[in-house]
């Protein structure tokens, strides 16, 4: 069976809090409600949106959350349109991580609570889009921590539990890793602890993306 390093994206290969905060203070804003603060909009990054805003307004009604989800994306989609988005740049050692993984024989894919358009314009500005050979999506799969998008990964990469390792920054990857039945790999430099990743299942935790590869190799 192939080996599958598969990534989240927000958090772990790219910086995206600044973009997301915005687009959530704007969503709540337009819902006349108290935007959360930055940090609390941190802990659900990785979340499909209608989860995700149910845990940052848990007395709202399911309707209500499904109505700002969708001003979010119109949020976000402005944001884009006007030039106001800040660069999602990638975290240091994420592009040497990807070709030294490459260069090993790796398959790469990624899981991620963003839309595949989303996901598609951040790969491509990076210059990254090619090096993937599977990307799961919010838009086609329950939210984290369901499996559905390891699994859907494993098959598109020909990839098994046993050979493939989930990479992420929060719980809800740790999670959906262990539901999986995959290795769980949790990266200190993104939006979730360490010990949220030790409690949520990960089997180890680095500390740098350049620790990454040898990480890897050593399994």
Known sequence: MNRLALFDCDGTLADSQ????RAMEECFAGARLEPPPRTAIRRIVGLSLVPAIALLLPEGEAALHEAMAEDYKRAFRTMRQDGRLD???????????IDALDAAGWLLGVATGKSDRGLALLLAHHGIDRRFVTLQTADRHPSKPHPSMIEAAMAEAGASPATTVMIGDTSFDMAMGRAAG?????????????????????HHVIESAHALPGHLEAL
């Open 18 to 21: 600044v973009n997301i905060c």
């Open 182 to 202: 995959t290795h769980t790999l949790g990266v200190a430099w993104g939006y979730h602890t360490a010990h949220d990743l030790v409690e949520a299942g990960a």
């Open 87 to 97: 660069p999602e740049p990638l975290f240091d050692g994420i592009a040497e991580a």
